[in-house]
């Protein structure tokens, strides 16, 4: 216990968040990547949900692959893309297509699930542009929401989904 | 009456108009998608540290010491608090504070707070809070709803929480059929997403200022202070951005300890729970235990209704009393019947503590009655939807609370309309193999799956019953032209926000409307975010504030530029007079201009109810009907929910777009209420305290929501015309989904949730789990006639 201070259990080094490298000093090894991300780089939009990978709140994407970022341990990201959120957001005021769409669908209400499923929809729609209906509620099915029983997040993916027609 | 494809058009085409009856976007909306948007947990503050409760273990137990030794000893600790070191009331409760901040001597649940710290960082102080020693002798819990009845009690105040009783007619009158049953539901979380979360800051002058994800600040407020000892002044509770809440964030989660570790490490404190901690640190729905008997006519038409309705409150009072009233006030559903003998008792146990979730009362006796209106439908061979309309209420009834329904009560419009909805195409032959009960699984034997189709209505009245002062305070800040609406309304992500502003616009003629910052500080009470209320409530104040704003921008207007005040109007952003002469935009025409006014709505005054249970208890009511169609595995018992349909009664649709979104996100909660949602007790202790064992709806499990109406009839004395949606969804789409398990399979199931096994294993002979369990005596009202 005594020893949970000292600055042998601490530790330092770098992640790639968004194509950009970021220090990380003096981080307990248990930290994981969503308490990194959130409360040491101030990426807050990785939202702490259930905190075991249930509920999709903090949906990254790492190495190109849809994780659950509080499952992962921030030191083991070393080396590896992470793209959270933010990364998928444009710069200023702007909004990606799937953004837009989420806010004019209605698809938003508390919104706490909202970044989760924004990088989660991105992750199925750079895989398979055209997905069924069915194909996106599997895709959706581990991103939980408790305020909008999915309709509308449905037919906001189905709108951004439209906007990518050939 | 708004047809879906009205309502589908209102909400995809028209993206420009801002006003109400407009599918206009949410304030927040943008934040919330970029990722932006300060949740509760996502604040912080200079040297901010982390705060811990530590819980009992124990559902009932006596504590003989607690050492804290352990966790100062630490690095990184930096507070520990206990029950010696609340200064003010020791106790809070909504409507009574019967609920220790910190448990000293007894421990009434398995979860309740023990002791608090603080550290420099979430583990430290995770670990300080396992440091702490807590003697217990651990005692047998009470977790029996009916033996709480006669057991010693567990609480200074006894274990009978509140009792409401309903006698009218004539207790002798039968008609010539009658259908009985038992039935029980579970006890269902919120499992909002966002954790109970806030950050208390201490400020120079021995306040404190709290921002905090709730349902109501100055509620709020009022606890704090009074168990911080200060002055309300001191206490100043912000709203900081909310989750979810549908009931769980009406009481206080850790207001009071965190304000209290602020205050005592003089440092800002932050607390986020985890879920499990979540599961612990709020109330749960009621379970509930029913005994129903109805006697009609030949016809059909209801004679008699005698019910007995046994819930288990938990340790603690919380708002038992408002489900106790609800449930006794609804229990014989939206239906007309002369004779009513109602008795319903919440009673305290060692289980944790239940209150407010989303349709209290009314969901759980919504299973019972409309179980009761199949079982009569069948014994008089007459179609389960004819019993229903033959006995529907009309404006100008009478409740069994003796209130006449001088509102609207399209009770037959509902029904007729949701019953004639078509049914969806395809069954279980065709559908997707994913689509199937059981899923991704693919468990399903394609011929042994069975479709099934259910039907229920349901009732609750909007707004707070009984008495209650209920108001709401709202004021219109008019400066240059710009204008600025402050309320401590909570938005729970309803749409409140998106709300105020289409009212402001609309009166107001502009474009942009700002919204002040909800806190108690600078603005008075809007009433809880509960009971379908804020629409009307805040509504009526926003709309009312911006009238008179209104009115004193025009005459002042008319006097400044000399032109008539009549026919002088304000439209798109400019100050237009009847015949077009005067037309200057509103920027110039009130430059220099400040404006304010602060408005308090209040409904009309209700009464409390009398011995008898009969008063005019409450302002209005809300009316909904739900088909639910399912396909049920007869072997492993697994169910997929097909479709559920629907048609509301909404007085007047305000937002299409959010009405939707209510309409959707109410079913998904009474869906997985009807086939998956239950905290699962063992002794008291709360078996499945995460997303991966307490189940709640996901894309997969969520059917597709049939809106094949919304009954507009605007509601008499509703400022907007509108009545309340958010909680009529959730209350008879739980029966619906039941009755289309009912008939899928042909069996009872008196209980919801249904599980597996209750299908499984009664279709394979075996006995139900839980028969015995409900309340073997009933004991209706008339038996206790003066």
Redesign the interface.
């Known amino acids: 216990?005594?020893q949970?201070?000292t600055e042998g259990s601490l530790l330092s080094y770098t992640l790639r968040v968004n194509g950009r490298d970021r220090p990380v000093s003096d981080a307990?090894i248990?930290?994981n990547l969503l308490?990194v991300l959130?409360?040491r780089l101030g990426l807050?939009?990785?939202?702490?949900?259930?905190?075991?990978g249930?509920?999709g709140?903090c949906s990254v994407i790492l190495d190109g692959r849809l994780e659950c970022a509080c499952t992962v341990l921030a030191a083991s990201a070393v080396g590896r893309e992470v793209v959270?959120?933010?990364g998928l957001?444009p710069d200023g005021?702007g909004?990606s297509d799937l953004?837009e769409a989420?806010?004019?669908?209605?698809a938003?209400?508390?919104?706490?699930?909202?970044?989760g499923l924004?990088v989660s929809v991105h992750d199925l729609l750079s895989r398979n542009p055209h997905p069924t209906e069915?194909e996106?509620?599997?895709a959706?099915?581990?991103?939980?929401?408790?305020?909008?029983?999915?309709?509308?997040?449905?037919a906001a993916v189905k709108v951004a989904e439209e906007m990518h027609q050939p | 009456m708004t047809t879906l494809d009205t309502l589908a058009e209102a909400?995809?085409t028209d993206?420009t108009a801002q006003g109400l009856g407009t599918?206009a976007?949410?304030p927040?909306?943008?934040p919330?998608?970029?990722?932006?948007?300060?949740?509760s947990?996502?604040l912080?503050a200079k040297d901010m540290l982390w705060g811990q409760l530590l819980r009992s273990p124990h559902p009932s137990a006596t504590i003989r010491h607690i050492d804290v030794s352990g966790a100062w000893?630490?690095?990184?600790v930096v507070s520990v608090l206990t029950a010696d070191d609340v200064p003010g009331r020791s106790s809070y409760g909504l409507d009574y504070p019967d609920q220790p901040v910190f448990a000293s001597d007894v421990a009434r649940y398995a979860g309740e707070p023990v002791a608090a710290v603080a550290a420099?960082?979430?583990?430290?102080a995770r670990?300080a809070a396992e440091?702490i020693v807590v003697d217990y002798e651990v005692r047998e819990p009470l977790t029996d709803s009916e033996a709480a009845l006669t057991a010693e009690p567990i609480h200074p105040l006894g274990n009978e929480l509140y009792r409401q009783t309903i006698r009218r007619g004539d207790p002798a009158a039968t008609g010539v059929v009658s259908v009985e049953g038992h039935y029980e539901t579970g006890m269902q979380d919120?499992?909002?997403?966002?954790?109970e979360s806030g950050l208390a800051v201490p400020a120079a002058d021995g306040g404190v200022d709290l921002y905090i994800a709730t349902q109501w600040l100055h509620v709020d407020q009022d606890q704090i202070a009074a168990c911080l000892g200060l002055p309300l002044d001191l206490v100043r509770v912000h709203l900081a951005?909310?989750?979810?809440?549908?009931g769980a964030r009406e009481d206080l989660s850790m207001q009071v300890q965190l304000c209290l570790l602020a205050l005592r490490s003089g440092r800002p404190v932050k607390i986020?729970y985890?879920?499990e901690e979540s599961f612990h640190g709020h109330v749960h729905r009621h379970p509930a235990r029913m005994w129903y008997r109805h006697t009609a006519d030949a016809t059909g038409r209801l004679v008699s209704v005698e019910a007995r309705i046994l819930f288990d409150g938990g340790a603690y009072l919380s708002s038992s009393t408002a489900v106790t009233l609800n449930a006794a006030c609804f229990a014989n559903g939206p239906y007309k019947v002369p004779n009513a003998f109602v008795d319903c008792t919440a009673v305290r146990t060692n289980n944790p503590p239940c209150g407010a979730m989303r349709g209290f009362g009314a969901v759980q006796v919504c299973f019972a009655h409309e179980a009761q209106m199949d079982k009569l439908a069948a014994a008089l061979s007459i179609d389960p939807v004819e019993l229903r309309l033959l006995n529907a209420y009309a404006p100008g009834d009478e409740l069994i609370i003796g209130q006449v329904l001088t509102g609207t009560a399209p009770v037959a419009e509902v029904i007729r309309a949701c019953a004639a909805a078509p049914l969806p195409p395809g069954s279980p032959d065709t559908v997707?193999e994913?689509?199937l009960p059981g899923g991704?699984g693919r468990t399903a034997e394609r011929r042994r799956v069975r479709r099934g189709v259910g039907f229920a209505v349901g009732f609750k009245n909007l707004m707070f019953s009984a008495g209650f002062d209920d108001y709401s305070t709202a004021r219109c800040r008019l400066e240059d032209g710009q204008v600025t609406i402050t309320t401590a309304a909570v938005e729970?992500?309803?749409?409140l926000v998106t709300l105020i502003q289409q009212i402001a616009r609309d009166v107001l003629g502009v474009d942009e409307v700002a919204l002040g910052e909800a806190a108690t500080v600078g603005i008075g009470s809007a009433g809880s975010t509960s009971a379908s209320r804020q629409s009307w409530m805040t509504g009526g104040a926003v709309d009312s504030a911006c009238r008179t704003v209104r009115e004193r921008l025009l005459s002042s207007i008319a006097q400044r530029f000399e032109v008539p005040r009549t026919g002088l109007e304000l439209a798109s952003g400019r100050v237009v007079s009847a015949d077009g002469s005067f037309n200057v935009s509103l920027s110039e025409a009130a430059a220099g201009e400040v404006l304010e006014e602060t408005a308090v709505f209040r409904h009309p005054g209700t009464a409390e109810l009398d011995e008898n249970g009969q008063g005019d208890a409450h302002v209005s009511f809300a009316f909904a009907a739900h088909r639910a169609v399912v396909d049920v595995d007869l072997d492993l018992g697994l169910v997929k929910v097909v479709e559920v349909a629907t048609v509301q009664d909404v007085g007047r649709v305000l937002n299409p777009?959010?009405l939707?979104?209510q309409l959707?996100?109410?079913?998904?909660?009474g869906v997985g209420f009807a086939v998956m949602e239950e905290i699962v007790l063992d002794k008291g202790k709360v078996r499945n305290p995460?997303?991966?064992d307490y189940i709640?709806?996901?894309?997969?499990d969520?059917p597709?929501?049939r809106v094949e109406a919304l009954i507009e009839q605007p509601e008499p004395g509703s400022p907007l015309g509108a009545k309340g949606a958010g909680e009529p969804p959730s209350i008879s789409s739980t029966a619906a989904v039941v009755a289309a398990i009912r008939n899928a399979t042909g069996l009872e199931l008196a209980r919801t949730p249904v599980r597996p096994q209750d299908i499984a294993l009664a279709l394979a002979g075996q006995p139900s789990e839980w028969a015995g369990e409900a309340p073997a005596t009933p004991s209706p009202a008339k038996e206790a006639m003066p």
Request: hydrophobic residues 35%.
């Open positions: 216990m005594e949970l201070s307990l248990e930290e308490y959130r409360e807050r939009g990785s939202k702490n949900a259930c905190e075991q249930e509920c709140a959270t959120v933010e957001t005021d909004l953004q989420f806010l004019a669908e209605g938003v209400q508390c919104g706490f699930c909202t970044p924004v069915l996106i509620r599997e959706i099915s581990g991103n939980l929401c408790r305020c909008t029983g999915y309709g509308r997040i449905l | 909400g995809t993206r599918s976007r949410r927040d909306g943008r919330k998608v970029r990722g932006q948007f300060a949740f947990s996502d912080e000893r630490i690095p990184g420099d960082h979430p583990v430290t670990r440091a919120q499992a909002f997403m966002g954790p951005g909310v989750g979810g809440a549908f986020v985890s879920r997707p994913l689509a991704a729970v992500g309803q749409g777009v959010q939707l979104g959707e996100g109410g079913i998904s909660q995460s997303f991966t709640i709806p996901t894309a997969l969520m597709p929501v």
